[in-house]
């Protein structure tokens, strides 16, 4: 288990220009780390100040209260931006599907929160694969809820999210197993990754050849071979293949940015036509 020291004071203050005029509250007001004195972000009147420690503390007491564990998990607490946002998760041990043989799927559940208004309070189940650490993506996530930093934390709703999530974990099962007997070529992964994860819009009419992102195509396509050797040519390395691009983003700057961003366009490419097709074929 590892947790970052999250407890850390925060406060909301009052700002001045540099003269020492007061700017009025309904402008903006300060959210300062006072054990440092730096302010993490400013922000209009209607933000409420909601702190790590209560988050961490909330989405604990809903998995607990929500019983779908034996309590074997573990717990892992990262901050960002010198702890202006902060990225947890909880791994369940005693939560595991094996949709193909000694392939083994765990159930996660990854929650945020920021002071600086990049994210706002987030609760989403999904799944980890075991074989190198890859977050399964689902088209809905499992399950993803938001609340802003404008009310207060409803533990009851996470309760019963996590409920639908732990359910809808293991009706994934079939769709997991069923994909691992459904053939794909070289050719239907490159185009799936052309029309989806490499695509990219322009504000000008571009020649064809500049809508797909050469680059992150080549390391899909990297990806696609390498668990075409452990899994076979089938949807299940597609899909693994689309996952790992997704959570191994630490060469990036803000590799949790990162790795949301394409955690969610893996989700929406399980919702495309292109997506459908080769699931359905």
């Known amino acids: 288990m590892t ?21 009025p509250n309904n402008l903006g007001r300060a959210v300062v780390r006072t054990d440092t004195n730096d302010v993490l972000a400013i922000h209009g009147k209607r933000y409420e100040l909601i702190s790590h420690d209560e988050v961490v503390s909330s ?24 702890g202006a946002r902060l990225r947890g998760d909880i791994l ?4 595991v599907a094996e949709p193909v043989v000694d392939d083994h799927i765990k159930f996660r559940i990854c929650f945020y929160n920021s002071y600086d208004g990049a994210w706002s309070v987030q609760l989403k189940a999904d799944a980890l ?9 689902t088209a809905d996530h499992v399950m993803h809820t938001y609340q802003r930093h404008t009310t207060s934390l409803d533990v009851e709703g996470f309760i019963a999210q996590i409920k639908n999530g732990v359910e809808t974990f293991w009706n994934n099962q079939k769709m997991w197993s069923d994909f691992s007997n459904i053939k794909v070529t070289d050719h239907q992964a490159i185009d799936l990754f052309e029309r989806t994860l490499c695509y990219q819009r322009y504000t000008y009419k571009p020649l064809d050849d500049d809508t797909v992102n050469k680059k992150q195509k080549n390391i899909l396509f990297g990806h696609w071979l390498d668990y075409q050797d452990k899994l076979g040519s089938n949807l299940w390395a597609l899909y693994n293949s689309c996952t790992h691009w ?16 394409r955690e969610d366009k893996v989700a929406k490419m399980l919702q495309t036509k292109q997506w459908e097709y080769l699931a359905n074929n």
């Not at 947790?3 to 700017?23: A, C």
Request: glycine content about 2%; hydrophobic content about 30%; overall charge negative.
């Open 59 to 82: 989405v604990m007491d809903a998995v607990e209260m929500s019983n779908i564990s034996s309590g074997d998990y573990d717990c892992n607490i990262e901050l960002y931006n010198n």
């Open 3 to 23: 947790i970052q020291n999250h407890n850390f004071p925060v406060e909301i203050q009052d700002i001045q220009t540099v003269s020492n005029l007061d700017i």
């Open 129 to 137: 694969r075991l074989w190198c650490l890859n977050g399964c993506t």
């Open 92 to 95: 369940f041990n005693d939560l």
């Open 246 to 261: 997704a959570t191994h983003t630490n060469e990036y700057a803000n590799p949790a940015n990162k790795r949301r961003e």
